[in-house]
């Protein structure tokens, strides 16, 4: 007890004569320090004291006039949190936001206004392809970006099974088919033969039938052979599944021309992916977005967005190119920002949307 007095004693007299012989200017900068601490302390009654940018500065100006060993005394804040705000300060002073040119130009204005809002309904590789399709090479994860700023989430992606694989590096000796269903506005059911190159993805819509027969079946693969013409000797393979229309007489016809007949496993319609993503593709971009009145409605409308898919719509697997064009040039993303360098052409009834360069 005796030594803890003695202790409190000498300890309250050496801080006594520190105050004494300290410099009047540290003192002043000590009295200013807690004068506005308390002007602090007075403005939020409860609550841990919020110190402003005012406050911060204020308090950063008296720590220039004062020693630094001396800053735990005199402020309520630790040495590093003055420090830290002095840091923030220079941050702040170097951010170069008025400089003219600080790199590459947004390009998110032009995307928003030439795709986001026209195409609600693109994912960002999407509009991605398209960009590259007119010869501005931008970045997928960039695009991403600009349509999650604008509220519209990315389509999504799936990873591939084996035969995905298999498809991939055997696509372009193969040539798959199907049946696409649509309903009419009378509730009329039809069908559409669709045969579609891997390789390439150059879709062949063979015929419209309300009521197709195994004949019928076998003259639209005859169509198809003729359509081919030279191309049909780089074929190998023709891949459909087990619908009763695909007859023998219907395997004939290719195996004649040297293809090889593969049949799909029952509900196994990954093993015909690619024929059943463009039946997908079909639906999500033409036959669910209108009404079909009859069979020669749905003929006219499959023509037209023939011509869409094969001379203009992107592919992933051709780096962004239609079936139709073996090349496309480039240009910078920049030029984008010159207003009326692309042109929307509504084609397929107004559905869809092609951007070609002005002239």
Not at 117 to 132: D, K, M
Not at 245 to 252: C, G, K, Q, V, Y
Request: hydrophobic share 40%.
């Amino acid at each position: 007890m005796l030594l803890s007095l003695v202790y409190q004693f000498l300890r309250n007299l050496f801080g006594l004569l520190t105050i004494l012989v300290r410099a009047d200017l540290s003192k002043d900068v000590e009295l200013l320090v807690l004068r506005h601490e308390n002007q602090v302390l007075r403005r939020q009654l409860d609550g841990r004291p919020q110190w402003d940018h005012a406050d911060r500065l204020w308090l950063a100006a008296l720590s220039r006039l004062a020693c630094r060993h001396q800053w735990t005394k005199i402020f309520p804040v630790t040495p590093a949190t003055i420090l830290r705000w002095h840091r923030h300060l220079v941050a702040r002073k170097w951010t170069f936001t008025d400089r003219r040119y600080p790199g590459r130009p947004r390009t998110r204005q032009p995307v928003k206004r030439l795709m986001a809002r026209e195409n609600p309904t693109w994912g960002h590789r999407r509009i991605q392809g398209e960009l590259a399709r007119l010869g501005y090479p931008i970045a997928a994860s960039t695009v991403w970006e600009i349509l999650h700023t604008a509220g519209i989430d990315p389509a999504p992606r799936r990873a591939g099974p084996t035969w995905r694989q298999f498809l991939t590096t055997q696509a372009h000796v193969i040539v798959a088919c199907d049946f696409l269903v649509v309903e009419t506005m009378m509730l009329k059911r039809l069908y559409v033969l669709v045969f579609i190159e891997d390789g390439t993805r150059r879709l062949h819509l063979a015929g419209v039938a309300a009521h197709p027969t195994g004949a019928w079946t076998v003259q639209q693969a005859r169509n198809l052979m003729m359509d081919l013409g030279d191309r049909i000797s780089g074929l190998r393979f023709v891949i459909h599944d087990r619908d009763p229309l695909f007859t023998s007489a219907f395997r004939e016809v290719f195996t004649s021309e040297g293809l090889r007949d593969i049949t799909t496993l029952p509900r196994t319609p990954r093993m015909n992916a690619i024929c059943e993503r463009v039946i997908g593709t079909l639906r999500r971009e033409l036959l669910d977005r209108i009404l079909i009145l009859n069979e020669r409605h749905l003929t006219l409308v499959l023509q037209e967005y023939l011509i869409h898919y094969n001379g203009h719509r992107p592919h992933q697997s051709r780096h962004q190119r239609p079936p139709d064009i073996a090349t496309q040039p480039a240009r910078d993303v920049t030029d984008l920002n010159d207003q009326g360098i692309v042109r929307r052409k509504p084609v397929v009834t107004g559905t869809i949307n092609e951007y070609h360069h002005a002239a």
